[in-house]
Structures are given as C-alpha cells and as structure tokens.
C-alpha cells in the first residue's frame, strides 16, 4: 500500500514538474503540431520493474524539419538513451530518432533539434504508430515508454 501510494505521489509530482518543464517543447518560435505521450514502466510489450513514469511534449514542425521537445524521467536510474521508435501499442520497433537523455531521476531533457521532413509528417499523420523510450543501464530495453498522440 506505501508503495502504491509513494508511487502516486511521486507521479502527481512528476507531472506537475513536467508542466513546468514544458517550455522547450512549447516553443512558439517552432511552429508546428503538438505531441505527447504519458511515459510509464508498465507499457507493454516489455514492461519493466523501474516504477518510473514521465512525460513527452513535443512540437513538430515538417516545414521548418524541426522538432522541439521536453522528455521528464523520474524514479528510473540514469538515463542511457531516450528515442522515438516505430511501433504500435504493444509493438517493439526501430528507433527513427534520438533524442536528448534525460541525465538523471527527476530530471528533464529540452531541445530543438533537425527532423526529416517525411518522418515529420509520418509522425503527425499516424502518431499512434510511434512510441518514445527512454532506457537504463539495468533496463536496457526501456525503463519507461510511452504511445505518442496528437
């Protein structure tokens, strides 16, 4: 029951960090469609036993190939590597980006960086179809995950 309730409360806390975080992601001068996705440890198909949870906010703009984001990573050991895949909800795919790793527990990654402009639009198009990633050295095939959405 602590456990469950600490989790809450850790989560609560993890999402309203994230709100604040949101800036990088928000960027007016970006343009483009808003993404997210609720990160957690649970997502199958390989749920982990990290308990962490996070936040995705992205802003995709095909037109200027540009895609600025925040990723917030709590409760997980240091980060590795965080990236978008191709993959439907239950699926394992491909990385088709790397983004900026979140550095540590409670911590946020913000950057603006060149996207293609056709995985832009893919992206946009079939957000359901891609899910970010965030990996540790204790769970290398993700500690936290979550389905994009627009």
Do not use: W
């Amino acid at each position: 029951m602590r456990t469950l309730i600490t989790g809450g409360l850790a989560a609560a806390g993890l999402l309203t960090l994230a709100a604040g975080a949101a800036a990088q992601g928000d960027n007016p001068n970006n343009g483009g469609r808003k993404l997210v996705a609720t990160l957690t440890a649970d997502a199958e198909p390989v749920a982990s036993d990290s308990g962490g949870a996070g936040l995705f906010e992205a802003l995709v703009n095909p037109e200027t190939e540009r895609i600025c984001y925040t990723i917030t990573a709590g409760n997980i050991d240091k980060a590795t590597v965080a990236q978008i895949h191709a993959g439907a909800a239950g699926e394992t795919g491909d990385p088709v980006l790397t983004l900026d790793t979140p550095d540590g527990d409670d911590d946020d990654s913000e950057d603006c960086q060149d996207i293609d402009a056709g995985l832009a639009q893919a992206l946009l198009a079939s957000p359901e179809n891609y899910y970010v990633s965030v990996r540790t050295a204790a769970h290398p095939s993700g500690a936290i995950r979550g389905q994009l959405s627009g």
